[in-house]
């Protein structure tokens, strides 16, 4: 199957500084990857959409300058956490799409876990 | 908007059946999606339905009647590794996601 790996898999931190999470597809591109957030004992809530070469379209309430999306080639997305507080700790998920006999499915990275002091 | 809604959890002994439901409402529909989701860990891919009736795959089988906004897992010949969290997600090219049914199989 395809594999989607995240870098780092998991960061402590201090409040007020910025943390950088990439996410590769390591076997196939993909022109869209997905960046999702799970809190304790919750669903996955979908971030944002990074689009290949173009802007990241984010979900409502989801704040653009604070999660910063840069996806620069067709096998990496990186996901900037800035100036980061308590609040942000969480479980960074990001996904990749890929069509397989005809069936689109996302693959999912192995998550991040961040803890901000 | 988006409404997926599915059991909270279930329990089951070792070697039994179980099935999960899911509904859902959304605005758009590509197919639904289940995931298994073990603690501390990401989701893995378990099955793709996007057209009525049912996918079977080894001991896990998924269901789907889109006119019913409807889904369900079944999970056969259950084993201690199936305890898990279960997630449906419908796919309208971005995934939406239920909050996940935890399963805790006894032995």
């Known amino acids: 199957g395809a594999v989607v790996t995240q870098h780092p898999s998991w960061v402590i931190c201090k409040s007020g500084t910025s943390v950088k999470i990439e996410c590769r597809s390591l076997d196939f591109q993909a022109t869209t990857m997905f960046w999702y957030r799970q809190f304790p004992k919750q669903s996955l809530m979908l971030m944002a959409t990074?689009?290949?070469?173009?802007?990241?379209?984010?979900e409502q309430g989801v704040e653009k300058d604070k999660f910063l999306i840069n996806h620069a080639s067709l096998t990496l997305s990186t996901l900037t956490v800035t100036s980061a507080h308590p609040e942000d700790s969480s479980f960074y998920i990001c996904?990749?799409?890929?069509?397989?006999?005809?069936?689109?499915?996302?693959?999912f990275g192995p998550g991040t876990r961040l803890l901000v002091l | 908007g988006q409404n997926i809604d599915q059991p909270t959890e279930m329990t089951a002994t070792e070697g039994a059946i179980v099935q999960i439901n899911c509904t859902y409402q959304?605005?758009?529909?590509?197919?639904l999606f289940w995931y298994q989701q073990h603690a501390g860990e990401a989701p893995t891919f378990l099955s793709y339905?996007?057209?009525?009736g049912l996918e079977e795959k080894g001991r896990f089988s998924s269901f789907l009647s889109r006119s019913k906004g409807y889904s369900y897992l079944l999970l056969k010949e259950l084993q201690m590794k199936d305890s898990a969290s279960y997630l449906c997600a419908v796919d309208d090219y971005k995934l939406s996601f239920g909050a996940g049914t935890t399963v805790t199989v006894r032995a």
């Open positions: 339905n996007v057209l009525d």
């Open positions: 990074s689009n290949e070469g173009s802007k990241a379209t984010y």
């Open positions: 996904s990749a799409r890929r069509a397989t006999r005809g069936v689109e499915t996302q693959y």
């Open positions: 959304t605005s758009g529909f590509n197919g």
